[in-house]
């Protein structure tokens, strides 16, 4: 339905009609006050009350961003569904994808760790990324599947996967179930959070909400 902004006690869309042009997936606002909204139709920025469209004509990989990161650093990253990863600013224009060391070209998130590199979560893994190293992080599962939908590191250093299996705990290289998925996905952890006072949330695809 496209992208809405709450105005005075409610929603006011700008939808178009068209289903598939108007599909947002994802919101992202960076340091500097920039909303980017990832879509269907390619990724847009919001700034000083106008919008701003990018797509592959003007220089990006493809035309569907998937997730939207800026770095502690300050550079912006996009993750897209079938063209990997991408340095949008600063310049230069740095890319990542199954050429170069990703286990898959579709992005679902990426976080920063504390030693400076970058974890993304993809359809075939999940990875590191550091000084232009790619470093495969294992994530176990029963069903031997591959899907990773988010990774995130805790204060503490630990490193959370979310994926169809459930939600993983990994310490030292060793992956532990702590809220276990199932065969038919209704399990699955799609989404991973940290807040202010240290508590991790988990988001399943079924409704379910943990705190841990």
């Avoid at 550079?75 to 600013?89: E, K, Q, S, T």
Wanted: hydrophobic share 35%; charged share 20%; no cysteine.
């Amino acid at each position: 339905g496209g992208l809405a902004r709450l105005e005075h006690g409610r929603f006011v869309g700008s939808g178009s009609g068209n289903e598939d042009q108007d599909w947002v997936r994802s919101l992202f606002e960076d340091r500097e006050g920039v909303l980017w909204v990832g879509t269907s139709s390619g990724l847009h920025s919001y700034h000083d009350g106008r919008f701003t469209l990018y797509t592959h004509q003007e220089g990006l990989p493809g035309d569907k961003p998937t997730v939207v990161h800026q770095d502690r650093a300050g550079a912006v990253w996009i993750g897209f569904h079938d063209r990997g990863l991408y340095r949008f600013r600063p310049g230069p224009n740095l890319r990542y994808t199954t050429a170069n060391g990703l286990p898959s070209n579709e992005i679902f998130s990426i976080r920063d760790a504390a030693d400076g590199s970058l974890l993304v979560a993809t359809r075939e893994g999940a990875v590191s990324i550091k000084d232009g190293a790619v470093r495969r992080i294992h994530v176990p599962d029963p069903l031997h599947r591959r899907l990773v939908l988010d990774v995130l590191e805790d204060s503490a250093g630990t490193l959370w996967t979310a994926t169809p299996g459930g939600l993983s705990r990994i310490m030292k290289g060793r992956g532990i179930h702590i809220a276990a998925g199932g065969s038919t996905g209704s399990g699955t952890v799609v989404a991973l959070e940290t807040t202010r006072d240290g508590a991790l949330w988990a988001a399943g695809f079924g409704g379910e909400l943990w705190e841990l």
